[in-house]
């Protein structure tokens, strides 16, 4: 329902849009307020999702603080789409409603469950690796730095003075899942080794990819709400709250009890950027001697010339 009290993660996305538009336009609340005759209290009502505008009411929003074009197309789809408490975003991370959802969901949550059977979770992830992940889908390079340098904004969630409590779960399939570079999932791994060490607001711990049947998921404890469950997809993202979101206690448990402890992912962890490090010196012998054949004018090896 229109004007009532709800945070539902349409509505959350919906204000955390209006909320950004709003600062870069650089108004405060009270001169947002004066220009649509709003009350300001209402205003940051609806920028934190407890109490959602009308389509018209965002329009007004929207031509106050000059916004066009393509952004105001897809605020004026969540505006027009917000009710219900469960959401699906068609769509990837890439696309300007999925991702401002997905990070007005980490602003406010106080702690974060993540299992990440097959990649490493966005939060953790590289650039490089992060450039790995997105590549195949996106070759348009400029776009391609923009949604890496934004999944790696929203690691502060993770990180400083207000990083919130996190535990995550990485299957023994993402630590093998390198895309064919083995340099960059060095640089991964030796991150995530780093950081089990270091992080006192974070745990990560290594699981069978197939502990449970779910694949990936982050699940956000709110303040505001009941906690809400993210299930991303490669073309779309879908928010679970209430009874569905609740579910996924059960299968968090399982996680638990299967997964490696603290030390023991730190262990195998060690062990598997010592096979990356074996497996990069060797890509880079074999690279340097290719490149000494070739400007030596020297033929191949039977064997090296030699397909199977």
Not at 178 to 204: C, N, P, W, Y
């Amino acid at each position: 329902m229109r004007g009532t009290d709800m945070a539902s993660p349409r509505a959350r996305g919906l204000g955390a849009a209006l909320r950004d538009a709003r600062i870069e336009a650089r108004f405060g609340l009270r001169e947002l307020g004066r220009r649509i005759g709003v009350n300001p209290a209402l205003l940051s009502n609806w920028e934190l999702g407890q109490r959602v505008p009308t389509p018209e009411e965002v329009s007004n929003v929207l031509g106050a603080l000059g916004v066009t074009g393509e952004r105001k197309a897809w605020i004026m789809l969540l505006a027009h789409g917000v009710t219900g408490p469960s959401w699906s975003s068609v769509g990837s991370q890439a696309d300007p409603a999925h991702y401002t959802t997905l990070i007005a969901h980490e602003r406010v949550a106080t702690a974060v469950t993540v299992w990440a059977p097959l990649l490493i979770p966005d939060l953790l992830q590289v650039p490089d690796y992060a450039r790995l992940v997105f590549g195949p889908d996106l070759r348009d390079k400029q776009k391609l730095d923009q949604v890496v340098e934004s999944r790696m904004d929203r690691n502060r969630i993770l990180f400083g003075a207000g990083a919130v409590k996190a535990e995550m779960f990485i299957g023994s399939e993402a630590l093998r899942n390198h895309f064919g570079d083995a340099e960059v999932m060095l640089r991964q791994t030796r991150f995530l080794k780093d950081l089990v060490g270091l992080s006192r607001t974070m745990t990560i711990q290594l699981a069978p990819s197939q502990a449970v049947t779910e694949e990936a998921f982050s699940r956000y404890a709110l303040k505001d709400t009941s906690d809400v469950v993210y299930c991303p997809h490669r073309a779309m993202g879908v928010f679970l709250v209430g009874k569905e979101a609740a579910s996924y206690e059960v299968t968090i448990e399982r996680l638990r009890a299967a997964a490696l402890s603290p030390a023991e992912s730190l262990a195998r962890l060690s062990v598997v950027v010592d096979q990356l490090l074996k497996e990069v010196k060797a890509q880079r012998r074999a690279t340097d001697a290719g490149l000494n054949r070739l400007l030596t004018g020297e033929e191949p090896t039977t064997d090296e010339s030699t397909t199977d």
